[in-house]
């Protein structure tokens, strides 16, 4: 097998000993002129392939011109193989030697009662990433913290006390202005499900868990709709797991005066609600939907709606 480098762009393959054939036809005198286009690269120190050697096997290519290359067969069907092979080489070969990428250690992690020993996966909403530590802070039970993806801005969002939780060795799942999560112990040993706010504030526990159903959860949660669904690695009727969901309790409605206006907020993540607001109380009362409907916000369905005598 020989391979000619044409300077006009067209590199043409051929079996030494087949009989010339009319260009674009195989050896049965059938049309069949196969073109391969494809963007020519130019790959530094390459040089021509010797005749009689294996394009493939010496791991170099011809240095192509910047034109299109054209490239017809014309010793029949058996020597199609090397086509798929050539376009192989000519797709995958890097055009230049790939640099190595930038490691940045964004923070170090301190021991005693600082946060430490970080486990599961990280959240991320905005610039902000959310995690926590399975040990560490003023009890040594773990902490919940953020930081900003440059590194800067480490915040302490909840410090475990042992009776609230202790351990949260699964991720935290972000909903809206909200950080789910579990704790593998808490008070009298349960584990937990607990809620906190991106800011720190309204921490709260969800669920303290008894033997029956289930103990030491280490899987994430997941959402759909206003329902957490877990799993716990232990406990249960057969003390060897157990899968639970919780339902979330009703949102909780901001109302904000701002100047002529009233501005009510509650979290995205409790679906399946409307707002709804009446003029009188007393019984009968007609609810009618406010419109228009909320705007997300911060991670807030927010409603604002302009302050009236009734």
């Known amino acids: ?55 493939l096997g010496t791991g170099q290519w011809p240095v192509l011109p910047t034109k299109m290359a054209t490239a017809t067969s014309e010793s029949g069907i058996k020597n199609l193989f090397l086509l798929p092979a050539l376009l192989a080489g000519l797709g995958l070969m890097p055009a230049a030697r790939v640099t190595a990428q930038t490691f940045t250690t964004l923070y170090n992690f301190g021991g005693n009662f600082n946060p430490h020993n970080p486990e599961g996966g990280l959240v991320l909403s905005g610039n902000t990433l959310y995690g926590k530590t399975t040990s560490g802070g003023s009890s040594g039970h773990g902490t919940v913290f953020a930081v900003n993806t440059d590194g800067s801005g480490f915040t302490l969002l909840h410090d475990f006390t042992g009776g609230d939780g202790y351990a949260p060795v699964a991720g935290l799942l972000l909903s809206g202005n909200t950080l789910y999560g579990t704790t593998v112990g808490g008070s009298s040993g349960a584990a937990t499900v607990f809620a906190v706010n991106t800011d720190g504030m309204g921490f709260l526990v969800l669920h303290v868990f008894t033997g029956d159903e289930g103990n030491s959860p280490q899987g994430d949660l997941i959402l759909a709709g206003n329902t957490l669904y877990g799993t716990t690695m232990f406990g249960g009727t057969n003390g060897t797991g157990t899968v639970f969901s919780i339902a979330l309790p009703p949102p909780q409605l901001a109302i904000t005066p701002a100047g002529a206006d009233v501005v009510l907020t509650w979290p995205v993540s409790a679906t399946g609600f409307t707002l709804q607001s009446a003029t009188n109380l007393i019984s009968p009362v007609f609810w009618s939907t406010v419109s228009p409907g909320p705007v997300v916000v911060s991670g807030q369905n927010t409603v604002t709606n302009p302050i009236s005598g009734t």
Request: no cysteine; charged share 20%.
């Open 1 to 55: 097998m020989k391979t000619h480098i044409n300077p006009n762009s067209e590199i043409r393959i051929g079996s030494t000993g087949d009989p010339p054939v009319p260009s674009g036809h195989w050896p049965d005198g059938r049309d069949r002129t196969l073109a391969l286009k494809t963007e020519a690269r130019k790959i530094p120190g390459a040089f021509p392939v010797p005749s009689g050697g294996s394009p």
